[in-house]
């Protein structure tokens, strides 16, 4: 079975459309959090994500803009952003984003946007150390997805560990920056970040998002160039705050 992870899409619906037009292969889509957010369509991409994701779990930025999330956690631009899609957010895709959970899982796949333990504060992996509660919060799940940090990247230590060393948290992390193939193995954990379709910061201003193929037992980090300037020309008739729209340009 091929299944598609897609997240941190950020209302931005040229990005979305391009990743959902290459696949028409895959036979499910899932998405591991926010929907909306800093981008100019939120309402598009709401309707996108209600039609073609199977399942779909709760972002920072979905929580904030149906008040699940106090705006006081974010720096002033993501909050002038949020605050602008509260106001343009219809009625029934604010119901949508009010039944998301937190965490899902389906066909064998573990699912949150930040964090497994505690996943309402949507807690950032950004390191090996950041990775271990997530880990041992797996059970026996081989493989997590998440997003939050917009970083195509993953993480993978050797078998369950009910209690890791201090000395040593036992895992590796890679970068997936231009994408590439993982291949997983028997007997090894990994947390896969897809990376951002809407808003990559990994240095890479491509949409990113990942391929599960459980057959095959590998995981398909993906990058693909979308129309850009236009996805900046609508912010800017939106008056939303320049730094969002400049840092599309060079993903960062």
Same mark, same amino acid.
């Given at each position: 079975?091929?299944?598609?992870?897609?997240?941190?899409?950020?209302?931005?619906?040229?990005?979305?459309?391009?990743?959902?037009?290459?696949?028409?292969?895959?036979?499910?889509?899932?998405?591991?959090?926010?929907?909306?957010?800093?981008?100019?369509?939120?309402?598009?991409?709401?309707?996108?994500?209600?039609?073609?994701?199977?399942?779909?779990?709760?972002?920072?930025?979905?929580?904030?803009?149906?008040?699940?999330?106090?705006?006081?956690?974010?720096?002033?631009?993501?909050?002038?952003?949020?605050?602008?899609?509260?106001?343009?957010?219809?009625?029934?895709?604010?119901?949508?984003?009010?039944?998301?959970?937190?965490?899902?899982?389906?066909?064998?796949?573990?699912?949150?946007? /930040?964090?497994?333990?505690?996943?309402?504060? #949507?807690? *950032? %992996?950004?390191? +090996?150390?950041?990775?271990?509660?997530?880990? &041992?919060?797996?059970?026996?799940?081989?493989?997590?997805?998440?997003?939050?940090?917009?970083?195509?990247?993953?993480?993978?230590?050797?078998?369950?560990?009910?209690?890791?060393?201090?000395?040593?948290?036992?895992?590796?992390?890679?970068?997936?920056?231009?994408? /590439?193939?993982?291949?997983?193995?028997?007997? #090894?954990? *990994? %947390?896969?970040? +897809?990376?951002?379709?809407?808003?990559?910061? &990994?240095?890479?201003?491509?949409?990113?998002?990942?391929?599960?193929?459980?057959?095959?037992?590998?995981?398909?980090?993906?990058?693909?160039?979308?129309?850009?300037?236009?996805?900046?020309?609508?912010?800017?008739?939106?008056?939303?705050?320049?730094?969002?729209?400049?840092?599309?340009?060079?993903?960062?």
């Amino acid at each position: 079975m091929l299944c598609a992870i897609i997240s941190d899409i950020h209302s931005n619906l040229e990005a979305l459309n391009t990743a959902l037009d290459s696949l028409s292969d895959v036979d499910a889509i899932y998405c591991v959090g926010d929907v909306v957010g800093y981008g100019p369509n939120p309402n598009e991409c709401c309707e996108v994500v209600r039609e073609k994701s199977a399942a779909t779990v709760m972002g920072n930025h979905d929580a904030a803009v149906i008040g699940k999330m106090a705006l006081d956690w974010f720096n002033s631009v993501a909050r002038e952003a949020a605050e602008w899609t509260r106001e343009q957010l219809a009625a029934e895709n604010r119901i949508f984003l009010e039944g998301l959970p937190y965490t899902a899982q389906a066909e064998g796949l573990t699912m949150v946007h /930040g964090s497994l333990p505690m996943p309402e504060r #949507f807690l *950032y %992996i950004n390191s +090996p150390w950041e990775a271990r509660p997530t880990f &041992d919060s797996m059970g026996d799940s081989a493989l997590c997805f998440i997003g939050h940090t917009h970083i195509a990247e993953y993480f993978v230590r050797k078998g369950r560990r009910e209690r890791p060393p201090w000395r040593s948290v036992g895992a590796d992390q890679i970068s997936m920056t231009e994408g /590439g193939l993982i291949e997983l193995m028997p007997g #090894f954990q *990994y %947390i896969i970040n +897809p990376g951002s379709i809407g808003q990559p910061r &990994d240095g890479n201003p491509q949409a990113s998002y990942a391929v599960y193929d459980s057959d095959a037992r590998t995981v398909e980090i993906r990058r693909l160039e979308y129309p850009i300037q236009a996805v900046q020309e609508k912010m800017r008739a939106a008056n939303l705050p320049e730094m969002l729209i400049a840092r599309l340009g060079y993903g960062g």
